[in-house]
């Protein structure tokens, strides 16, 4: 922000009018004096830097160097966020408002709504969403996500920046495709830049894969006995097993005719379950 000459045609710059402070974090800006034929100004005692502030301000100058016309401070923020107008003066002269804004680092969290179903090996299961949401003020840059194991990402509103004003919040929408039975884990992994260094999330991912329903029969082949017609009946119980990790449905008997009839049906057989056919 260059300033207006004042009456001994000297002008004052600063070169930061943004701080991002974590926190109480300080920021160094220069401040440079040049005289009306745009030279440095070398003063002689060293010239007070005044900060008038507005009476909710929270800013505050601390004036370290003054070296041929260009004087170094540290500005600090002692509550986050704050904005700041303040008047930059050199010795009650070159009086000049200018805006100080303080804003928080980008802070990024994740929420999921829904959980995995238990998916067959081979299939896909259903999509869950994972919400980012940066609930800071700075812009979270360079995100970049990273997922691995059976898990993949199938679409998404995070890109490469997620702003920490309005549209605070993208999504990550994850199914599960399972390779072998049983708990599948890994994480989901969101880097970021928060506007001063690199940061990382992650959120743990768990689901179950299941092994197909697979049926199979205590005896291949079923013998009677003769029988004398008119008498009663014999029976046999052919056991059918299911040892998949998915219920089996629509079990159906085929090919068995007169004479022969099934007494009892198993339409549906639970995983690892048994269910008995009387014939």
């Known amino acids: 922000t260059e300033l207006p000459p004042s009456s001994n045609n000297t002008t004052l710059t600063i070169d930061k009018t943004?701080?991002?402070?974590?926190?109480?974090?300080?920021?160094?800006?220069?401040?440079?004096?040049?005289?009306?034929?745009?030279?440095?100004?070398?003063?002689?005692?060293?010239?007070?830097?005044?900060?008038?502030?507005?009476?909710?301000?929270?800013?505050?100058?601390?004036?370290?160097?003054?070296?041929?016309?260009?004087?170094?401070?540290?500005?600090?923020?002692?509550?986050?966020?704050?904005?700041?107008?303040?008047?930059?003066?050199?010795?009650?002269?070159?009086?000049?408002?200018?805006?100080?804004?303080?804003?928080?680092?980008?802070?990024?969290?994740?929420?999921?709504?829904?959980?995995?179903?238990?998916?067959?090996?081979?299939?896909?299961?259903?999509?869950?969403?994972?919400?980012?949401?940066?609930?800071?003020?700075?812009e979270a840059k360079e995100i970049n996500r990273i997922i691995s194991g059976p898990f993949e990402i199938k679409s998404t509103t995070c890109i490469t920046e997620l702003s920490g004003t309005t549209n605070n919040t993208c999504t990550i929408n994850v199914a599960f495709k399972p390779t072998s039975a049983g708990i599948g884990t890994c994480e989901l992994k969101i880097e970021y830049n928060n506007g001063k260094e690199k940061k990382t999330i992650t959120e743990s991912l768990t689901a179950?894969?299941?092994?197909?329903?697979?049926?199979?029969?205590?005896?291949?082949?079923?013998?009677?006995?003769?029988?004398?017609?008119?008498?009663?009946?014999?029976?046999k119980t052919i056991t059918l097993t299911n040892g998949g990790s998915t219920e089996a449905t629509d079990v159906t008997i085929t090919n068995l005719n007169a004479p022969f009839n099934q007494a009892n049906t198993c339409a549906t057989i639970p995983a690892n379950s048994t269910c008995p056919i009387t014939v």
Not at 56 to 84: H, K, M, Y
């Open 208 to 235: 179950t894969g299941q092994t197909p329903a697979a049926i199979t029969s205590d005896v291949q082949v079923v013998e009677f006995k003769d029988v004398i017609e008119g008498t009663a009946a014999q029976t």
């Open 18 to 138: 943004q701080i991002i402070p974590d926190g109480s974090d300080t920021a160094t800006v220069t401040l440079t004096l040049k005289d009306s034929l745009g030279s440095l100004v070398k003063a002689d005692p060293v010239p007070a830097i005044i900060l008038q502030k507005s009476v909710d301000c929270t800013l505050t100058l601390t004036q370290n160097s003054f070296t041929n016309g260009v004087i170094t401070g540290t500005l600090t923020t002692s509550t986050a966020p704050a904005s700041c107008s303040v008047s930059v003066s050199v010795d009650q002269g070159m009086i000049q408002p200018v805006t100080v804004i303080s804003k928080t680092l980008s802070v990024l969290s994740v929420t999921k709504s829904g959980t995995f179903n238990s998916t067959t090996v081979g299939n896909t299961s259903n999509e869950v969403v994972y919400t980012i949401t940066n609930s800071g003020q700075v």
